[in-house]
């Protein structure tokens, strides 16, 4: 029997939710919703639409009063 496995992997929306609760000490549901700031969909779409080749932008945004940089490999950085 032959067994797959899937990465499981957050999706990038999730990843900055999550990295911002962490640095502010908050929990995700306390920090305001991210689609105030960007569609979550569309990060995601971007960032999963890069063909292998080609890769993926860098994503420069303010949430919560950070500066978030997601690079071409989903990568999250959290900035003051």
Do not use: C
């Not at 292998?52 to 500066?67: M, N, V």
């Amino acid at each position: 029997m032959t067994t797959q496995t899937e990465s499981i992997d957050p999706p990038v929306s999730t990843k900055v939710v999550q990295q911002v609760a962490a640095v502010t000490g908050q929990e995700v549901a306390q920090l305001q919703p991210l689609y105030d700031t960007i569609d979550p969909e569309a990060l995601d779409a971007i960032m999963n639409s890069g063909a292998a080749d080609t890769p993926s932008p860098i994503i420069q945004f303010t949430y919560s009063g950070y500066r978030i940089t997601v690079d071409e490999s989903g990568e999250v950085s959290v900035d003051k």
